[in-house]
């Protein structure tokens, strides 16, 4: 690679900008961080602290040396004491930067050239990432279709349009097939701008999702009618909805169910009929609320305890490894469910009372002596 000339970089500003579709601004930022890293290459340490200045009009560069202000100097290369500070600059203060080298740069060698073009390379795919997300921004919290593009060991790379975003493991729907292609609705979680620039966070594991779904099945919940007040799910697996119903004489149950499991069945063919959705009625009463979320075992009483958030469970004891659920499922979902931490206690359930053999003798005497009248 030939030596890097400062004056061609800056006549690239504006085609760059034009040709990935970014503000020039953006641009001139991306290429200064180059030269900085280029003259760190060429002249400096990997400690240092340094920053570069392009003018467009001159076709030249700046590189300053800079140290960060601190109470205490751990590290001389980057940072320097207050005192020492005032020294070069009187309005220095605690935490700010102050330059002590300043090099006029017009062109640098092939190594450093080197550097300089990776950097750029590197830094305008995360600007261009960065834009195309940023259209993302407003739709964060929504369900949208996109294409599958790669399957790797603990990803799915999924296409929607011009950005590229991926479904971890934790997000996806275990034992659900992704093949490549394939069109899939996903839920976008978040953008992350941590590690490798930014990232696009799409899933079909969380509750949200769900929730998503049966708002295009349920038209009452875009008019009020009825709500989901709560949602908790172990993807392919169990999912627990608590509904509720705003007008008197509306089932918030069977609208959620719909006429012969029609809309709760739309949603697992989503999802996947693997996992199971229980649609329990919500109640402001706690122990109400809980009695309902250990569906579908049939509870005999619950007791709680609103100071510690907790609450036991009493069913009686051919129901309560129906209540626990397998692996604990069941009682955990529930405890998720309504924020209590639950415990399931077997009770044997209440007998009818015995009615004594005299009263029954009673009884029949009196029949009998009736009829004899």
Partial sequence: MEDLN???????????????????????????????AAWRRDNGTREQLVRASLNI?????????????????????????????????????????????????????RVAAQTAK??????LREAEREVVL???????????????????????????GK?????????????????????????IKDIEREGRGPQLILSRGNEEFVRFLFSQEVPEMETGAVEIKAIAREAGRRTKIAVASALPGVDPVGTFVGGH???????????????KIDIIPFEEDAAGFIANA???????????????????VYASEDQQSVAIGRAGQNVRLASRLTGYEL????????????KPRKNIEDSLMSVVEEVAE
């Fill in 6 to 36: 400062i004056k061609q970089l800056t006549l690239a500003v504006r085609t760059i900008a034009e040709e990935k579709n970014l503000p020039e601004e953006t641009v001139l930022e991306v290429i200064e961080q180059a030269i900085a």
């Fill in 343 to 354: 415990d399931i206690e077997a009770k044997a359930a209440a007998k009818p009372e015995a």
């Fill in 163 to 187: 950005a590229v975003g991926i479904m971890p493991q934790s997000e996806q729907i275990p034992g659900e097939y992704y093949g490549v292609g394939r069109r899939v609705k996903v839920y």
């Fill in 294 to 312: 250990m569906s579908p075992a049939e509870v005999l009483s619950v007791t709680v305890n609103e100071d510690e958030k907790r609450a036991t």
């Fill in 57 to 109: 009009n001159s076709g030249t560069a700046v590189v300053s040396v800079v140290k960060t202000v601190v109470e205490e100097v751990e590290n001389d290369v980057n940072q320097m004491s207050l005192d020492e500070a005032k020294t070069v600059d009187p309005a220095a203060e605690l935490g700010s930067e102050v330059t002590v080298e300043t090099h006029n740069v017009t062109t640098f060698g």
């Fill in 261 to 275: 499991g029609t809309r709760v069945q739309a949603v697992m063919n989503e999802i996947g009929e693997q996992e």
């Fill in 134 to 160: 940023a259209e993302f921004e407003d739709k964060i919290g929504t369900v949208v279709t996109g294409t599958i593009q790669r399957v790797e060991p603990r990803v799915v790379r999924i296409e929607l």
């Fill in 118 to 123: 990776q950097v750029i390379l590197q830094r």
